[in-house]
């Protein structure tokens, strides 16, 4: 059953009251989140964001959807990492483009202690080309999450993933106490929080459902939520995973949107494969961020040139940088 927090007047989401959400019929859905959407955010702006991989491939992690680990043979190379100046480029590209938030991810399972000040300085430079910054590095070791906010990041992102009853069939190099861990030390460090997860990986509705509600009873919740899809990859233990039907996904960021309602909620990987209209629907039902670019890492995204013309025709707007969330 559903029950306020009484101290901090949040409400706590059972796994079956955001499956009876999800169950609705599905105009009645669209419409509930619509109309929450309104009450929280301009509906006809989304949050841009631009992300890039500064360090790429022969990760040791061995994500069952990840063509990066090194677990799985994608022909996915391991570099190093991406030299300031190149990084500090692809920035300034991406904010010409419309982009508010810069985003920067790494391979690996965590940073080392000795990373954190080539990382400090990458935020510190980014920062100062005006953009926003948000990180995905990681598991964080105590004291990292302070240093990275010193430097000026705003975001951290870090997935729930999946649920935990199952998370081992999807990764066994950790476990979702070391993700519930890092978390912790993200919102302890005063950062905003960004926290999804993915959906298509055999999962069913229940667990979609105990996803979301695991999501929205984080304290607080987070300010942005990106819900992946998997996109399958040739040898990575998914690439014959069940299909997911267009409409799940779509009830999916519906129920996100629902549950939390202040945060943003982000298209993310696997975009690129729904069509314009389902993505239409999803920018009705609450979807009010997406990632900017024709690449996600290593997996394919919208042509920027596909995405204009969406946005035009949706005459959907940038959000302005440094919108509050
Ligand atoms: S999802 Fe991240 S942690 Fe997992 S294998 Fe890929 S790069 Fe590594």
Not at 91 to 105: D, H, N, P, T, V
Request: hydrophobic letters at 35%; aromatic letters at 8%; glycine letters at 6%.
């Amino acid at each position: 059953m559903e029950s306020p927090n009484k101290e901090n007047n949040i409400q706590y989401w059972s796994k079956c009251k955001v499956k009876d959400l999800y169950n609705l019929p599905f105009m009645d859905l669209i419409y509930k989140a619509a109309s929450i959407h309104r009450e929280n955010f301009n509906p006809n702006e989304i949050q841009v964001s631009s992300l890039l991989s500064i360090k790429t491939g022969g990760c040791p992690e061995n994500c069952a959807y990840c063509s990066q680990s090194a677990h799985h043979k994608t022909g996915i190379n391991k570099e190093s990492l991406m030299p300031l100046d190149e990084i500090l480029e692809r920035a300034q590209i991406a904010k010409s483009r419309g982009a508010s938030r810069f985003c920067l991810a790494t391979a690996w399972r965590g940073p080392r202690p000795r990373d954190i000040s080539y990382l400090t300085n990458i935020i510190q430079e980014v920062k100062n080309l005006g953009l926003d910054t948000c990180a995905s590095f990681g598991l964080l070791e105590e004291g990292m999450a302070e240093s990275l906010k010193d430097a000026g990041l705003d975001y951290y992102n870090h997935n729930l993933d999946t649920t935990p009853e199952n998370y081992q069939a999807i990764i066994q190099t950790r476990n979702y106490e070391d993700r519930i861990n890092t978390i912790q030390h993200i919102q302890h460090a005063g950062l905003k929080l960004c926290c999804g997860g993915i959906i298509g990986i055999n999962e069913n509705e229940d667990d979609r459902a105990m996803f979301i509600a695991n999501l929205a009873n984080l304290e607080p919740q987070p300010e942005s939520v990106p819900i992946n899809q998997l996109v399958k990859i040739q040898n990575t233990p998914l690439e014959n995973a069940k299909e997911l039907d267009w409409t799940d996904f779509v009830r999916t960021i519906a129920i996100a949107r629902i549950t939390m309602p202040k945060s943003h909620i982000r298209l993310s990987a696997g975009r690129n494969m729904l069509d314009e209209a389902a993505q239409g629907l999803c920018f009705l039902a609450g979807a009010n961020s997406i990632f900017f670019g024709d690449k996600l890492l290593t997996t394919e995204n919208n042509e920027e040139s596909f995405d204009l013309k969406l946005m035009q025709k949706l005459n959907l707007i940038p959000e302005k940088p440094n919108f509050p969330e």
